[in-house]
Nanobody, 119 residues
Framework: QVQLVESGGGLVQAGGSLRLSCAVSGSPFNIADMEWHRQAPGKQRELVATINSDGVTKYSDSMKDRFTISRDHAKNTVYLQIDSLKPEDPAVYYC?????????????WGQGTQVTVSS
């Protein structure tokens, strides 16, 4: 089984930065693409960024400027750097992984980490 544990959320002032982490355990070698999603209160969960096993990244159009996804295979961890935090950024940020090899066709979610922005 694969477990994803997010950390790094918290209260940050508008304009500040935050780095979220997603630690993969259980079977990290059976993970392909990894993603960060976010869900604000009363809104649908939305995709923020994707990174594949080769480090190729994709971002949702509205997330290209201030969000950076990265991956450290040695630490089995994926990161999301958020810069210039804005009032519209508060949400629960979730890590999501797509399985490969023995877990092909399956996907996994973390429990989420809360990001709050103060003005």
């Amino acid at each position: 089984q694969v477990q994803l544990v997010e950390s790094g959320g918290g209260l940050v002032q508008a304009g500040g930065s935050l780095r979220l982490s997603c630690a993969v355990s259980g079977s990290p070698f059976n993970i392909a693409d990894m993603e960060w999603h976010r869900q604000a209160p009363g809104k649908q969960r939305e995709l923020v960024a994707t990174i594949n096993s080769d480090g190729v990244t994709k971002y949702s159009d509205s997330m290209k400027d201030r969000f950076t996804i990265s991956r450290d295979h040695a630490k089995n961890t994926v990161y999301l750097q958020i810069d210039s935090l804005k009032p519209e950024d508060p949400a629960v940020y979730y890590c999501h992984a797509w399985g490969s090899r023995r877990y092909r066709g399956r996907d996994f979610w973390g429990q989420g980490t809360q990001v709050t922005v103060s003005s």
